[in-house]
């Protein structure tokens, strides 16, 4: 079992920077891949970026590629997500997740443990 806790979110107005942190504990390890996703009120929830906890490697939706960077600390177990050039489109509840897999996808359904979410509310 994994579990998530989300953190880092807040409001801030265009233009600005969050980053938000995910926590993890129980049975994570470098066989996983971590995703950050974002829903805002009545819209799907989407990618956002994904990391391997082995290797580094990620990627990004083309919507926040340049703006936003995904990282992880392996000694804290903890997944970040810096995001800067905040825009009011990027007001979302942001949830971290966790895939048993070294294999990144885009698709929320392939990721089998989620955190709670945090808002982010960029203003105009």
């Known amino acids: 079992q994994v579990q998530l806790v989300e953190s880092g979110g807040g409001l801030v107005q265009a233009g600005g920077s969050l980053r938000l942190s995910c926590a993890a504990s129980?049975?994570?390890?470098?066989?996983?891949?971590m995703g950050w996703f974002r829903q805002a009120p009545g819209k799907e929830r989407e990618f956002v970026a994904a990391?391997?906890?082995?290797?580094?490697?990620?990627y990004y939706a083309e919507s926040v590629k340049g703006r936003f960077t995904i990282s992880r600390d392996n000694a804290k177990n903890t997944v970040y997500l810096q995001m800067n050039s905040l825009k009011p489109e990027d007001t979302a509840v942001y949830y971290c997740?966790?895939?048993?897999?070294?294999?990144?996808?885009?698709?929320?359904?392939?990721?089998?443990?989620w955190g709670q979410g945090t808002q982010v509310t960029v203003s105009s």
């Open positions: 129980g049975r994570t390890g470098s066989s996983y891949a």
């Open positions: 990391i391997s906890w082995n290797t580094g490697w990620s």
């Open positions: 997740a966790a895939r048993r897999s070294v294999i990144l996808t885009p698709k929320p359904n392939e990721y089998g443990y």
